[in-house]
């Protein structure tokens, strides 16, 4: 099968980067042909390995026109989701909700991108989302629900666990303000 992972700027040690980086390894190792579609790709600022896959650089204003000759489209990011104009078989896989194109603004190309967004949302074939708290701030914002709920989940093996219970926190993700690591420490 012929599967294109479509994430619009892999620039960051982030968990949508990585997690288009395993789930292309583990379809290719189930023998399908995966194709990384990007509107940027800087490898030293993210996962070098996503080289080992092809690479289609894809125009920020390409994405809403572009045909993909695959059998099924991934998308990962807002700008990447602009397929499901010109493609039927996209699965839109919403990691966060945290951009500048979603609230705020009233630029004119911010709100032809929000128009943009909520239409091309309603071709999507399936909407998932990444937690129950992604799901329901998805639906409040668009008035959709999300067809399924797959949790990316960690490397364990990267992970070391206490074994006993003590004042210790285990945090799970980058560093950056749209984290909240912040209400975590605070609630600590």
């Given at each position: 099968?012929?599967?294109?992972?479509?994430?619009s700027h892999?620039?960051?040690?982030?968990?949508?980067?990585?997690?288009?980086?395993?789930?292309?390894?583990?379809?290719a190792?189930?023998?399908?042909?995966?194709?990384?579609?990007?509107?940027t790709?800087?490898?030293?600022?993210t996962y070098?390995?996503?080289a080992?896959?092809?690479?289609?650089?894809?125009?920020?204003?390409?994405?809403?026109?572009?045909h993909?000759?695959?059998?099924?489209?991934l998308?990962?990011?807002?700008?990447?989701?602009?397929?499901?104009?010109?493609?039927?078989?996209?699965?839109?896989?919403?990691?966060?909700?945290?951009?500048?194109?979603?609230?705020?603004?009233?630029?004119?190309?911010?709100?032809?991108?929000?128009?943009?967004?909520?239409?091309?949302i309603?071709?999507?074939?399936?909407?998932?989302a990444?937690?129950?708290?992604?799901?329901?701030?998805?639906?409040?914002?668009?008035?959709?629900?999300?067809?399924?709920?797959?949790?990316?989940?960690i490397?364990?093996?990267?992970?070391?666990v206490?074994?006993?219970?003590?004042?210790?926190?285990?945090?799970?993700?980058?560093?950056?303000?749209?984290?909240?690591?912040?209400?975590?420490?605070?609630?600590?």
């Amino acid at each position: 099968m012929r599967i294109a992972m479509a994430h619009s700027h892999l620039t960051t040690f982030g968990g949508g980067e990585r997690f288009v980086l395993e789930v292309s390894r583990r379809l290719a190792a189930a023998r399908h042909e995966i194709t990384i579609y990007t509107s940027t790709y800087i490898p030293e600022m993210t996962y070098p390995e996503l080289a080992s896959f092809p690479l289609v650089h894809v125009s920020p204003l390409q994405w809403a026109t572009l045909h993909v000759k695959a059998d099924a489209i991934l998308a990962h990011t807002f700008g990447a989701n602009l397929l499901a104009y010109g493609n039927p078989n996209v699965a839109y896989y919403v990691h966060s909700l945290r951009s500048r194109y979603l609230t705020g603004g009233s630029r004119p190309d911010l709100i032809l991108r929000r128009a943009l967004d909520r239409r091309a949302i309603r071709h999507d074939r399936r909407i998932i989302a990444n937690s129950q708290f992604t799901a329901r701030k998805f639906q409040g914002l668009y008035q959709q629900s999300v067809t399924d709920l797959v949790y990316c989940g960690i490397d364990s093996s990267l992970c070391v666990v206490p074994e006993t219970v003590g004042d210790h926190a285990l945090y799970l993700g980058r560093l950056a303000p749209e984290k909240g690591l912040e209400r975590l420490l605070r609630w600590w």
